[in-house]
Structures are given as structure tokens and as C-alpha cells.
């Protein structure tokens, strides 16, 4: 399939997003880890490849979840946006997005979301988003922000990252760690845009 075939779904300025395929998967795992050792858990799962399919199926099939790629002004794959805790019943979802490490702090991943809302909110039919955003995330939370979601909530989560509470250079960020009965944990931060809210913002 060329660039020119791809379904997209809704577009920004330098964004496009689209269904995810298998060669997504591919292109995904392709993605260097990230350089900043907060972020080392979000990392690509890096798999061979005669896993990936099966991956891609358990993860659309068995747990339900709805991928979408985010491809910059070149078509290129830059992201991933995908829906999950998909409950049609009450018009809302839990959100979760990552950017090629390579695309970080240019905008892209809030101008896809952006433009990904008003398909979330209107082909989709959806009410309300959901999402947690780690709290030493500065920057996905003025993003988030940016778009129109308020905090609502908190909780406690476990982090594979480095050992934030002794290490100096995480000094900065030490408040939003702890350590609990699951080992070391973050603090995330509850989020929530409404539908009205959002066209409030148009």
C-alpha cells in the first residue's frame, strides 16, 4: 500500500492519523529507545519478528484495544495513539500515545491528538477520554492541558526505570516517586476531556 492509499482517518497541519497495520509494527520497533532514563519503560517491547503478528492480534483481539498511526507531513510513522478500557456502553475510552523519540518536543504528538479528538468525538461517537500522564511528565501534562483535559484524580503505579528515590541526578523529580509494595512507583495523574467540553474549546 503507498502513502497515497493509506485511509486516514482525520489530519492536522504536519500530522495524519490513521488505522495501525502490521507494518506499523515493524516501522514501531524500528524506534531507538528513549535517551531520557525516565522514559525507559516506554521503550518499544522489542520482539522478533515472527512475534509480531501475534501481538498485534492479541492486542486488537484478546484485549481489546484500538490502534491508530500517526505519520508526519513526509508520511512517515512517527506514533502511536491507541484506545483501550473501551467501554461503548458509557462513550469512553482510556487513552495512550508515543512518539518516535526522534520527533519529541516538536508538537507532533499534541497537534495528532488534537486532530484525533474530533474523530474520537465525532465519527466514534465517543463521550468522554480518560487518560494518566506520569507526573514528572511535564511535558505530556501541558500538552494535555493544552487540549482541554483536567486533572481529576491520582494514583500510584509501578516504574521500571532507574532507582529515582537514591540516584542524585533525579533529584528534581524525586517527589512524584515512592517506594511501595509493588517496588518503586510513580505518581500519575487522572485526566479527563468531555465531549462539551472539548467543542467549548472549537
Known sequence: MTLLER???VAGPRVQVRPFTRADVDAWQAWPDYDDALLAGTSP???????RTQWLREL????????FAIDDESG???????????RADEGAAVLGIDLDPDVLGRGYGTEALGAFLRHYFGPMGFDRMQL???????????SYASLGFRLVGSHWDTHPGPDVISEPRFR???QYFRRGSLGLEALFYDMVLERDAWRALL
Open 7 to 9: 485511509p486516514v482517518l
Open 45 to 51: 517491547r522489542r520482539m522478533p519478528p515472527e512475534q
Open 60 to 67: 486488537t483481539q484478546r484485549q481489546g484495544q484500538i490502534p
Open 76 to 86: 512517515r510513522f512517527i506514533g502511536r495513539l491507541f484506545l483501550r478500557a473501551v
Open 132 to 142: 494518566s500522564v506520569a507526573a514528572f511528565n511535564e511535558r505530556a501534562r501541558r
Open 172 to 174: 528534581h523529580v524525586a
